[in-house]
Nanobody
Framework: QVQLVESGGGLVQAGGSLRLSCAAS????????MGWFRQVPGKEREFVAV????????YYADSVKGRFTISRDNAKNTVYLQMNSLKPEDTAVYYC???????????????????WGQGTQVTVSS
């Protein structure tokens, strides 16, 4: 079992920045690969940023490419999402998720993940 706890959400003006954190506890962190998703009411949860299953590459949704950066601190069992140049359309609940590394999945789809955090609200005002 893996527990994921997000933090760092809040209200920010357009053009501003936020850094989300996702602290993992439980089973060996290195056995899992992390990703970030987001969801707005009435819409499906969408992929934002992920590590490749090997952990040596990162992938981003086109809508956030060049503005968001996913990173990790293995010593702290924590994954981050640095969000710059925020836009009102980035407003959503952001979730971190963990998938089993050995499946070698792309990480871009919800059903590839085994564990989810509770989510943190990000609101960008215009």
């Amino acid at each position: 079992q893996v527990q994921l706890v997000e933090s760092g959400g809040g209200l920010v003006q357009a053009g501003g920045s936020l850094r989300l954190s996702c602290a993992a506890s439980g089973r060996t962190f290195s056995s899992y690969v992390m990703g970030w998703f987001r969801q707005v009411p009435g819409k499906e949860r969408e992929f934002v940023a992920v590590f490749s299953w090997s952990g040596d590459s990162t992938y981003y949704a086109d809508s956030v490419k060049g503005r968001f950066t996913i990173s990790r601190d293995n010593a702290k069992n924590t994954v981050y999402l640095q969000m710059n140049s925020l836009k009102p359309e980035d407003t959503a609940v952001y979730y971190c998720a963990a998938r089993t590394r050995s499946r070698q999945s792309s990480g871009r789809y919800e059903n590839q993940y085994d564990y989810w955090g509770q989510g943190t609200q990000v609101t960008v005002s215009s």
